[in-house]
């Protein structure tokens, strides 16, 4: 079936700047719609960015200026930029993809998550 693989989480400075991917794989016709979510501790999980598969992107208003999110088709891959990051962006981040495995039927999948710590 699809997986997606986040991967580029860590250990950063506040200010810092870190470039997170998302890999998928396995049975894939096409990928749709795609997204960056986020959970910090005791909290509930929240939107971050998406991108269509037309390029249009979406950000959370608190992150809007920070954040970039963008994709390589010919990969697979879902990027996203952090810049200027506060440790109020500490959380795990996970992927978010609506595939399809043919052209009627799709399927939204998560990815496991990435950590991203920001140090102050």
């Known amino acids: 079936q699809v997986q997606l693989v986040e991967s580029g989480g860590g250990l950063v400075q506040a200010g810092g700047s870190l470039l997170l991917s998302c890999a998928a794989s396995?049975?894939?016709?096409?990928?749709?719609?795609m997204g960056w979510y986020r959970q910090a501790p005791g909290k509930q999980r929240e939107l971050v960015a998406t991108?269509?598969?037309?390029?249009?992107?979406n950000y959370a208003a608190s992150l809007k200026g920070r954040v970039t999110i963008s994709r390589d088709n010919a990969k697979n891959t879902m990027y996203l930029r952090m810049n200027s990051l506060k440790p109020e962006d500490t959380a795990v981040y996970y992927c978010?993809?609506?595939?399809?495995?043919?052209?009627?039927?799709?399927?939204?999948?998560w990815g496991q998550g990435t950590l991203v710590t920001v140090s102050s």
């Open positions: 396995g049975s894939i016709f096409d990928i749709n719609d």
């Open positions: 991108i269509t598969s037309g390029g249009s992107t």
């Open positions: 978010n993809a609506d595939v399809y495995s043919d052209e009627s039927v799709s399927l939204e999948v």
